[in-house]
């Protein structure tokens, strides 16, 4: 097996990566989860229309699926506000919204309401969201992020599984 650079092997990911890219581009619109706005704006805006929006005043800080709407309307909390377009986290300071979520998540966990958040889901792992203008918000438990579509940013171990990959296809 050739010795190879670690320059080489980030041009061959690279590569392999400008091949993903443009291979994602031929892929129909339904067949991703979420359409790219700027290849496919029409999909995008259809698929934006079917979703809530996760609002902190003007500001959106997620996209929340119809199920998670009708539950959230289901259990009537007097701490969440449901329009027909948005939900909105009542509280007056982070402690106090964090608090209102934490209840939500509990309650659903120990109902399993949603098996993100049930058993090996749940990660005892606060998360920080943001307003835009980046203000925290709240606190949330992060296996229900994806419940309230959160945009989370992590980094894993995955990379050093990833290159070893890398390296056995060489």
Not at 91 to 102: D, F, I, K, L, Q
Not at 124 to 145: D, F, W
Request: proline share 5%; with cysteine.
């Amino acid at each position: 097996m050739a010795s190879l650079t670690y320059l080489d092997l980030i041009n061959q990911t690279d590569r392999s990566l400008s091949f993903l890219t443009y291979a994602s581009t031929l892929l129909t619109p339904k067949s991703r989860s979420f359409p790219n706005p700027t290849l496919h704006p029409i999909p995008h805006a259809e698929r934006l229309s079917t979703l809530h929006l996760f609002t902190a005043g003007t500001h959106t800080l997620g996209y929340v699926l119809p199920l998670v709407v009708s539950t959230l309307r289901l259990a009537n909390l007097d701490y969440w506000e449901v329009t027909p377009t948005s939900v909105s986290l009542k509280g007056s300071n982070v402690e106090e919204r964090s608090a209102n979520m934490a209840a939500t998540l509990d309650s659903w966990r120990k109902q399993q309401t949603f098996k993100v958040v049930s058993g090996s889901g749940w990660r005892n792992e606060l998360y920080s969201v943001y307003s835009p203008s980046g203000e925290l918000y709240l606190r949330m438990e992060r296996s229900g992020a994806a419940l309230f579509g959160v945009v989370t940013y992590g980094v894993g171990p995955s990379l050093r599984k990833a290159c070893d990959v890398w390296l056995t296809r060489l």
